[in-house]
């Protein structure tokens, strides 16, 4: 049994410890011995798993609390402060610009209404409105979900998470007057991918979206339920 | 919000964040900036200080958005456990002492009548842990909630409960192994 494993540290002894450890509360010395012993004993580390489902579950009972007026335009600032001196890829400092400039613009908005109205939730701007998803869909069972977003440029994003295929896969959209335009193509590793491209069509004018072979075979297809 | 941004995943705006999509950030933090404030509210006490922390865990989130794997945990659990470590590390820098919610919090937490406040939460799982922590003793249901989610050690527990050690242990231990049997008993029935 797996107590053999380690004659200092047994299933026994390490009981006490494993609800710490899924709570995160456990000190780091003795975390690691518990750690060094669960690596290796299939009981003990069932049970840790299940622990940990459970303090994640725990965790999302957290009351919710309204932040103060003001938190989104105070998390604009502190975006566009991390984006300055910190070395990061040009496209990822740009998403940090774009999502502090919306958030401004929103948050002016929202702010407004509050001052106007003395409502805790000002209402949502049509700014926010403009993702779109459908699920990608293969035999009827989702394999993931694709995304429009309206713009200039519109984007068409993918998240695949439970794909039966791998390798390379091309992104395709269906537009309302039957066009078929190509966004790109990605890798699948294991089932698995995210990728994101802009596109040339309005986003208002894609019908649907799908992932197709190389050779031209239809993998899965999300249809939007209204124009995107 | 609307109807659309609501059936986006949280996955699915995560991938759309780490591709750069403004839009799906900001979807995100109406999202989410109620629970993860609220959460750390709870452990510092000090609004001000729980701002500083929620926004301190949305810029990592999003720092680390294209790395986050799916297949290891929900979004909801990252984002929140990010909080709470980032609230745990604000209380000690300051020194501050931590404060236990008295009964009433406790109570109303695990009460099945609440309705979230947010649909996000409303999951079977959550609503399910909620029934069974309702089961438990008063003294270990403190004792499980004041570890899960405001981050206190056994030891803490054991000073702000005036109570031995061992019996904040036992607490945490009894209430959590109470926790898994309820609801690994329900998943095979």
């Known amino acids: 049994m797996s107590e053999h494993i380690d004659e200092a540290v047994t299933c026994d002894a390490v009981q006490e410890d494993l609800a710490a450890i899924a709570l995160g509360i456990a000190s780091g010395r003795r975390r690691a011995e518990v750690l060094r012993h669960v690596e290796h004993c299939p009981r003990c580390s069932a049970e840790l798993e299940q622990l940990s489902i459970i303090s994640d579950t725990l965790l999302q009972l ?22 300055g001196p910190r070395e990061v890829s040009h496209w990822r400092r740009a998403s940090v610009w774009a999502l502090a400039a919306v958030l401004i613009v929103v948050v002016g908005l929202g702010v407004g209404s509050l001052i106007g109205t003395g409502h805790r939730n000002p209402p949502t701007p049509a700014v926010s409105s403009t993702l779109t998803s459908a699920a990608l869909i293969v035999h009827g069972s989702r394999v993931g979900e694709a995304i429009v977003s309206a ?32 966004v790109g193509r990605f890798e699948l590793t294991g089932g698995y991918g995210a990728w994101g491209a802009p596109l040339w069509a309005a986003a208002r004018d894609v019908r649907s979206a799908r992932l197709v072979t190389a050779g031209g075979v239809v993998l899965a297809t999300a249809r939007f339920a209204t124009p995107a | 919000m609307t109807s659309d941004d609501d059936s986006v995943s949280d996955d699915a705006l995560l991938s759309s964040i780490a591709l750069g999509d403004e839009q799906a950030g900001l979807v995100f933090v109406r999202r989410y900036q109620r629970r993860l404030f609220g959460l750390a509210l709870g452990i510092v006490n000090d609004a001000g200080d729980a701002e500083d922390v929620a926004q301190e865990a949305f810029l990592r989130i999003f720092r680390h958005a294209a790395v986050f794997d799916p297949r290891r945990g929900a979004v909801s659990s990252w984002a929140l456990t990010i909080t709470r470590n980032l609230a745990i590390d604000a209380l000690r820098l300051r020194r501050g002492v931590p404060t236990n919610p008295d009964d009433r919090v406790f109570l109303e937490l695990t009460s099945t009548e609440r309705q979230p406040e947010s649909a996000a939460i409303a999951s079977h799982d959550v609503a399910r842990a909620r029934s069974a922590l309702a089961q438990l003793p008063l003294d270990q249901r403190r004792a499980v909630l004041l570890a899960a989610l405001y981050g206190r050690t056994a ?35």
């Open chain 1, 62 to 83: 957290a009351p919710e609390v309204e932040p103060p007026i003001g938190f989104e335009l105070r998390l604009a600032a502190r975006l566009r402060e991390s984006a």
């Open chain 1, 151 to 182: 713009g200039n440029p519109s984007w068409m994003y993918m998240s695949i998470d439970r794909a039966t295929w791998s390798g390379a896969v091309t992104c395709q959209v269906v537009l309302a007057d039957g066009h078929v335009e190509t």
């Open chain 2, 155 to 189: 030891v803490q527990i054991a000073e702000s409960e005036s109570i031995p050690l061992g019996t904040a242990k036992s607490r945490i231990r009894l209430g959590m192994a109470k926790l898994r049997t309820a609801i690994v008993n329900e998943e095979a029935l």
